[in-house]
């Protein structure tokens, strides 16, 4: 099989990937290595900045968002019996928006399986040849048989764990990383959100976090052990948690309902400054992961993926390498500020193994600074609506 650009992963970077691709005259081929049902079934972020849905819409896939989106224009901090209320309007007209990355996935799949254009699920990529060179090829197994796709590009946006970064020399020295001692316990319950409880939450006995995925279903977290059973707590016991986590001295509580789904993740901070070595790319997990504790992951990666299409356009359309050749610097000015937003708030808002009082009582300074001055409202307004994306 022959294609002009070989897509490795059907998340949401590969799939703009493919998408801004496509608008732009040029074809692709996408491998995802998981089954279609599980790729659209699987729970992952939801809150994306102004940038991420102008470029939705950009692209055609605004019409859902546009219809289910709910606006995001404040949140809250609470810790030590107190709660601060802070505005995410920066006068600009920007807000976050809740909208739920698997719906994102769903809308670019049906899209893409609309317009006739081939994505092979249960594809397991095993190695990338000729990356140095113009015609590189990709070697997968699919139904059982071992097949070729030739290309003249390669997005790798295969995750973490994927094959694509280890195709670029020397990563490894390329990469920076930070393991949490902790988890997230995440479940989706048939709960209406409330506007007035949706935010994080600093507990001596852990973080807790109170989000959306639609104005019936709320989406929220507990911080665990790392090696949690999702399975372990009872639906009132995780309620009952979340109640005395999220305690702001007003003895208000969630709205409760049955929890559809549980998940156990860990957190980690990680950054790949290798993220492209001659006609391979690569974006979105596969290059940087961020604690879910700023909501960045999906955001970072449609800037990859923005900067990704274009380079990839210009090289294919023009014989044009200047922004592939820049490809790594570019990302990085916005995936490093916002791993360090992310991380800074990891560090303030859970309790570390071992902590002692003093180390609580500077996290409350954090947060009191955070919630209760303007500068420091600021600050987490700034970081929280995201940076500009170049391209």
Partial sequence: MKT?????????????????????????????????????????????????????????MGERLNREGIPMRSMQLCWDKQKADISLDDGTGRHLTTYGQQKIVEDLILQREADGLPIIFEAAVSQLEGIEGDAPRIHYRHNGEDKV???????????????????????????????????????????APLAARRGFAHSTRGLAVASARSASVGRLYLQVEPDADPNAMSDQQIWDELDIRMDDGTAAQLNRGPIIERSVARLRGYVCEKMRHGRLAIAGDAAHIVPPSGGKGLNLA??????????????????????????????????????????????????????????????????????????????LRKAQLGLPYEI
């Fill in 4 to 60: 002009q650009v070989g897509i490795i992963g059907a998340g949401p970077a590969g799939l703009l990937v493919a998408r801004i691709l496509q608008l732009n005259g040029i074809d692709s081929v996408i491998l995802e290595r998981r089954t279609r049902a599980y790729v659209l079934e699987r729970v992952r972020a939801g809150v994306l900045e102004s940038g991420t849905v102008d470029t939705l819409r950009t692209y055609g």
């Fill in 149 to 191: 796709l030739e290309c003249q590009f390669i997005a790798g946006c295969d995750g973490y764990h994927g094959v694509s970064r280890r195709h670029i020399p020397g990563s490894d020295e390329y990469v920076f990383l930070t393991e949490y001692p902790f988890a997230w316990l995440g479940i989706l319950a048939e709960a």
């Fill in 302 to 379: 449609v800037g990859d993926a923005r900067i990704m299409a274009e380079a990839i356009r210009r090289l294919l359309k023009s014989n044009d390498s200047a922004l592939l050749d820049s490809y790594s610097e570019m990302c990085l000015r916005r995936i490093w500020p916002t791993v360090h937003w992310a991380c800074s708030m990891c560090e303030a808002l859970h309790i570390f193994p071992g902590q002692t009082s003093f180390q609580t009582r500077m996290q409350y300074q954090t947060l009191n600074h955070w919630g209760n001055t303007e500068i420091g409202q600021q600050r």
